[in-house]
Protein backbone atom coordinates (compact mmCIF):
# COMPACT_ATOMS: atom_id res chain seq x y z
CA UNK A 1 0.00 0.00 0.00
CA UNK A 2 1.55 3.18 -1.04
CA UNK A 3 0.69 6.40 1.21
CA UNK A 4 -0.18 9.36 0.01
CA UNK A 5 3.43 10.74 0.21
CA UNK A 6 4.60 8.20 -2.24
CA UNK A 7 6.72 6.23 -0.18
CA UNK A 8 5.66 2.49 0.06
CA UNK A 9 7.60 0.96 2.73
CA UNK A 10 6.36 0.27 6.09
CA UNK A 11 7.50 0.17 9.57
CA UNK A 12 5.69 -0.49 13.03
CA UNK A 13 4.69 1.93 15.48
CA UNK A 14 2.82 2.23 19.07
CA UNK A 15 -0.55 3.63 18.67
CA UNK A 16 -2.22 4.66 21.98
CA UNK A 17 -5.81 4.90 22.78
CA UNK A 18 -7.02 7.07 25.31
CA UNK A 19 -10.99 7.72 25.84
CA UNK A 20 -12.85 8.78 28.93
CA UNK A 21 -16.07 7.37 29.85
CA UNK A 22 -17.88 8.41 33.00
CA UNK A 23 -15.20 9.83 34.77
CA UNK A 24 -12.57 7.11 34.09
CA UNK A 25 -9.93 7.41 31.46
CA UNK A 26 -8.81 4.34 29.49
CA UNK A 27 -5.80 3.57 27.65
CA UNK A 28 -4.19 0.84 25.73
CA UNK A 29 -1.88 0.52 22.85
CA UNK A 30 -1.43 -1.73 20.12
CA UNK A 31 1.14 -1.96 17.37
CA UNK A 32 0.48 -0.71 13.99
CA UNK A 33 1.76 0.14 10.36
CA UNK A 34 3.31 3.36 9.74
CA UNK A 35 4.90 4.99 6.67
CA UNK A 36 8.42 4.65 6.15
CA UNK A 37 8.31 8.11 4.87
CA UNK A 38 6.16 10.36 6.55
CA UNK A 39 5.26 8.26 9.30
CA UNK A 40 1.70 8.38 8.87
CA UNK A 41 -0.05 5.71 11.06
CA UNK A 42 -2.66 3.36 9.75
CA UNK A 43 -5.12 2.49 12.59
CA UNK A 44 -7.46 -0.37 11.16
CA UNK A 45 -11.06 -0.08 11.99
CA UNK A 46 -11.43 -3.28 14.16
CA UNK A 47 -8.62 -2.26 16.58
CA UNK A 48 -10.75 0.95 16.80
CA UNK A 49 -13.88 -1.34 17.37
CA UNK A 50 -11.60 -3.35 19.72
CA UNK A 51 -10.81 -0.73 21.83
CA UNK A 52 -14.26 0.76 22.43
CA UNK A 53 -15.44 -2.64 22.70
CA UNK A 54 -12.70 -3.19 25.86
CA UNK A 55 -14.05 -0.12 27.55
CA UNK A 56 -17.81 -1.73 27.18
CA UNK A 57 -16.36 -4.52 28.36
CA UNK A 58 -14.91 -3.04 31.65
CA UNK A 59 -17.42 -0.82 31.94
CA UNK A 60 -20.27 -4.02 32.19
CA UNK A 61 -17.87 -5.69 34.54
CA UNK A 62 -17.56 -2.44 36.84
CA UNK A 63 -19.98 -0.16 36.18
CA UNK A 64 -21.12 2.80 37.74
CA UNK A 65 -24.73 2.36 36.19
CA UNK A 66 -25.24 5.59 34.58
CA UNK A 67 -26.84 6.74 31.27
CA UNK A 68 -23.88 7.63 30.02
CA UNK A 69 -22.49 3.89 30.61
CA UNK A 70 -25.96 2.32 29.29
CA UNK A 71 -25.20 4.17 26.13
CA UNK A 72 -21.83 2.81 25.44
CA UNK A 73 -22.54 -0.79 26.72
CA UNK A 74 -26.22 -0.50 24.93
CA UNK A 75 -23.87 -0.15 21.52
CA UNK A 76 -21.18 -2.28 22.30
CA UNK A 77 -24.50 -5.13 22.28
CA UNK A 78 -24.89 -4.29 18.98
CA UNK A 79 -28.82 -3.56 19.85
CA UNK A 80 -30.82 -0.30 18.48
CA UNK A 81 -33.06 1.45 20.76
CA UNK A 82 -35.90 -0.08 19.55
CA UNK A 83 -34.72 -3.37 19.41
CA UNK A 84 -33.34 -3.54 22.88
CA UNK A 85 -37.50 -1.89 23.55
CA UNK A 86 -39.08 -4.42 22.22
CA UNK A 87 -37.41 -6.82 24.39
CA UNK A 88 -37.63 -4.67 27.52
CA UNK A 89 -41.21 -4.19 26.61
CA UNK A 90 -41.09 -0.38 26.86
CA UNK A 91 -41.05 2.34 24.41
CA UNK A 92 -38.01 3.36 22.80
CA UNK A 93 -38.35 7.22 24.01
CA UNK A 94 -38.14 5.32 27.37
CA UNK A 95 -34.61 4.23 26.77
CA UNK A 96 -34.08 7.75 25.32
CA UNK A 97 -34.71 8.98 28.49
CA UNK A 98 -32.02 6.61 30.18
CA UNK A 99 -29.77 7.80 28.03
CA UNK A 100 -30.67 11.20 27.97
CA UNK A 101 -30.78 11.81 31.86
CA UNK A 102 -34.19 12.74 31.85
CA UNK A 103 -35.11 9.87 33.44
CA UNK A 104 -33.11 7.52 36.42
CA UNK A 105 -31.53 4.53 34.75
CA UNK A 106 -33.43 1.12 35.03
CA UNK A 107 -30.82 -1.06 36.93
CA UNK A 108 -32.51 -4.34 35.58
CA UNK A 109 -32.08 -2.96 32.19
CA UNK A 110 -28.21 -2.28 32.62
CA UNK A 111 -27.46 -4.88 34.14
CA UNK A 112 -29.18 -7.20 31.16
CA UNK A 113 -27.30 -5.57 28.55
CA UNK A 114 -23.80 -5.84 30.32
CA UNK A 115 -24.49 -9.78 30.62
CA UNK A 116 -25.07 -9.38 26.62
CA UNK A 117 -21.92 -7.31 26.34
CA UNK A 118 -20.32 -9.93 28.97
CA UNK A 119 -21.68 -13.04 27.17
CA UNK A 120 -20.21 -11.72 23.87
CA UNK A 121 -16.48 -10.99 24.81
CA UNK A 122 -16.40 -13.61 27.72
CA UNK A 123 -18.63 -16.24 26.37
CA UNK A 124 -21.94 -17.30 27.90
CA UNK A 125 -22.01 -17.14 31.34
CA UNK A 126 -25.47 -18.12 34.53
CA UNK A 127 -26.67 -15.07 34.51
CA UNK A 128 -26.43 -15.27 38.35
CA UNK A 129 -23.01 -15.36 38.34
CA UNK A 130 -22.74 -12.56 35.80
CA UNK A 131 -25.25 -10.50 38.23
CA UNK A 132 -23.61 -11.31 41.35
CA UNK A 133 -19.95 -9.87 40.21
CA UNK A 134 -18.36 -7.95 43.24
CA UNK A 135 -16.41 -5.33 41.13
CA UNK A 136 -19.07 -3.41 40.68
CA UNK A 137 -19.38 -2.38 43.90
CA UNK A 138 -15.48 -0.98 43.27
CA UNK A 139 -14.93 2.50 43.03
CA UNK A 140 -13.95 3.06 39.02
CA UNK A 141 -10.09 4.45 39.11
CA UNK A 142 -9.69 7.68 37.09
CA UNK A 143 -7.95 6.23 35.17
CA UNK A 144 -7.39 2.38 33.69
CA UNK A 145 -4.99 0.17 30.91
CA UNK A 146 -7.19 -1.84 29.18
CA UNK A 147 -6.18 -4.62 26.75
CA UNK A 148 -7.61 -4.73 23.65
CA UNK A 149 -9.58 -7.95 22.55
CA UNK A 150 -9.93 -9.30 19.13
CA UNK A 151 -12.18 -6.60 16.94
CA UNK A 152 -12.71 -8.57 14.27
CA UNK A 153 -15.53 -11.47 13.91
CA UNK A 154 -13.46 -14.28 12.92
CA UNK A 155 -10.66 -13.38 15.51
CA UNK A 156 -13.61 -13.11 17.89
CA UNK A 157 -15.22 -16.62 17.88
CA UNK A 158 -11.67 -17.92 17.78
CA UNK A 159 -10.87 -16.08 21.25
CA UNK A 160 -14.32 -17.36 22.71
CA UNK A 161 -13.55 -20.93 21.68
CA UNK A 162 -9.87 -20.78 23.03
CA UNK A 163 -10.81 -19.33 26.11
CA UNK A 164 -14.55 -20.59 27.27
CA UNK A 165 -15.66 -23.65 28.26
CA UNK A 166 -17.37 -26.02 26.05
CA UNK A 167 -19.11 -23.50 23.85
CA UNK A 168 -22.19 -25.07 21.86
CA UNK A 169 -22.42 -23.36 18.24
CA UNK A 170 -25.81 -22.06 19.11
CA UNK A 171 -23.89 -20.58 22.64
CA UNK A 172 -21.81 -18.92 20.43
CA UNK A 173 -23.97 -17.92 17.85
CA UNK A 174 -26.13 -16.46 20.65
CA UNK A 175 -23.26 -14.91 22.25
CA UNK A 176 -21.77 -12.89 19.24
CA UNK A 177 -25.44 -12.56 17.86
CA UNK A 178 -24.43 -13.74 14.41
CA UNK A 179 -26.35 -15.99 12.34
CA UNK A 180 -26.29 -19.96 13.26
CA UNK A 181 -25.63 -21.43 9.97
CA UNK A 182 -22.85 -18.90 8.68
CA UNK A 183 -21.28 -19.63 11.78
CA UNK A 184 -21.23 -23.33 11.19
CA UNK A 185 -19.94 -22.84 7.58
CA UNK A 186 -16.76 -20.72 9.00
CA UNK A 187 -16.27 -22.83 11.95
CA UNK A 188 -15.91 -26.24 9.19
CA UNK A 189 -13.61 -23.59 7.35
CA UNK A 190 -11.66 -23.41 10.23
CA UNK A 191 -11.40 -26.91 11.46
CA UNK A 192 -10.19 -27.63 7.44
CA UNK A 193 -7.41 -25.60 8.74
CA UNK A 194 -6.58 -27.44 11.84
CA UNK A 195 -7.76 -24.53 14.07
CA UNK A 196 -10.39 -25.91 15.78
CA UNK A 197 -12.21 -29.72 16.05
CA UNK A 198 -15.68 -30.67 16.80
CA UNK A 199 -15.88 -32.51 20.50
CA UNK A 200 -18.72 -35.32 20.95
CA UNK A 201 -21.37 -33.58 23.11
CA UNK A 202 -23.35 -34.82 26.05
CA UNK A 203 -26.39 -33.37 24.49
CA UNK A 204 -27.30 -33.23 20.99
CA UNK A 205 -25.51 -29.77 19.96
CA UNK A 206 -22.08 -30.05 18.87
CA UNK A 207 -19.59 -28.13 21.14
CA UNK A 208 -15.73 -26.65 19.50
CA UNK A 209 -12.35 -27.10 20.86
CA UNK A 210 -9.71 -24.87 20.01
CA UNK A 211 -6.28 -27.20 18.31
CA UNK A 212 -3.70 -24.48 19.97
CA UNK A 213 -3.99 -23.90 23.86
CA UNK A 214 -4.91 -20.22 24.33
CA UNK A 215 -6.22 -17.30 23.10
CA UNK A 216 -3.23 -15.68 21.37
CA UNK A 217 -1.34 -18.29 20.20
CA UNK A 218 -4.90 -19.89 18.41
CA UNK A 219 -5.10 -16.25 16.57
CA UNK A 220 -1.31 -16.50 15.42
CA UNK A 221 -2.00 -20.09 13.93
CA UNK A 222 -5.03 -18.30 12.15
CA UNK A 223 -3.22 -15.45 10.82
CA UNK A 224 -0.36 -18.12 9.56
CA UNK A 225 -2.82 -20.25 8.03
CA UNK A 226 -3.94 -17.49 5.86
CA UNK A 227 -7.28 -16.87 8.08
CA UNK A 228 -8.71 -13.23 7.55
CA UNK A 229 -9.44 -12.32 11.22
CA UNK A 230 -11.55 -9.41 10.18
CA UNK A 231 -14.65 -11.14 7.83
CA UNK A 232 -18.19 -10.42 9.29
CA UNK A 233 -20.61 -13.48 9.58
CA UNK A 234 -24.43 -12.03 9.28
CA UNK A 235 -26.52 -10.97 11.83
CA UNK A 236 -28.75 -13.46 13.68
CA UNK A 237 -32.03 -12.94 12.59
CA UNK A 238 -34.28 -11.06 15.11
CA UNK A 239 -37.11 -12.60 17.04
CA UNK A 240 -37.46 -16.04 18.58
CA UNK A 241 -39.83 -17.48 15.83
CA UNK A 242 -37.35 -17.58 12.95
CA UNK A 243 -34.75 -18.97 15.37
CA UNK A 244 -36.47 -22.12 16.24
CA UNK A 245 -38.85 -22.62 12.78
CA UNK A 246 -36.45 -23.91 10.09
CA UNK A 247 -38.53 -22.51 7.18
CA UNK A 248 -38.86 -19.31 8.58
CA UNK A 249 -34.89 -18.88 9.31
CA UNK A 250 -34.10 -20.09 5.45
CA UNK A 251 -36.54 -17.13 4.87
CA UNK A 252 -34.55 -14.97 7.26
CA UNK A 253 -31.21 -15.75 5.55
CA UNK A 254 -32.37 -15.28 2.43
CA UNK A 255 -33.96 -12.10 2.98
CA UNK A 256 -30.50 -11.02 4.60
CA UNK A 257 -28.82 -12.00 1.03
CA UNK A 258 -30.90 -9.76 -0.89
CA UNK A 259 -30.88 -7.09 1.50
CA UNK A 260 -27.34 -6.51 1.75
ZN1 LIG B 1 3.86 8.67 4.00
Known amino acids: MTCRCGESGRVQAKH ?3 RTVAGTTFTSDADVD ?3 GCGEVHIPASLMIAFERAIAGELARRGPVSDETFRWIRKAAGLERGELAQILGVTPETIAGWEGERRPIDRAAWLLVASMVLDSIEGPRPVRARLKAPQRKVAS ?3 L ?3 L ?3 GMTARVLTLIASSARCSESDLADALDVDESALQALLRDLATLGLVSPTPNAGTERSWA ?4 GPAALLRAAVEAGVDLDT ?3 R ?3 GETAKSDPRLRAAGATWRLTSS
Open 16 to 18: FFR
Open 34 to 36: SCA
Open 141 to 143: PPE
Open 145 to 147: AIG
Open 149 to 151: PAG
Open 210 to 213: PLTE
Open 232 to 234: PLP
Open 236 to 238: ATP
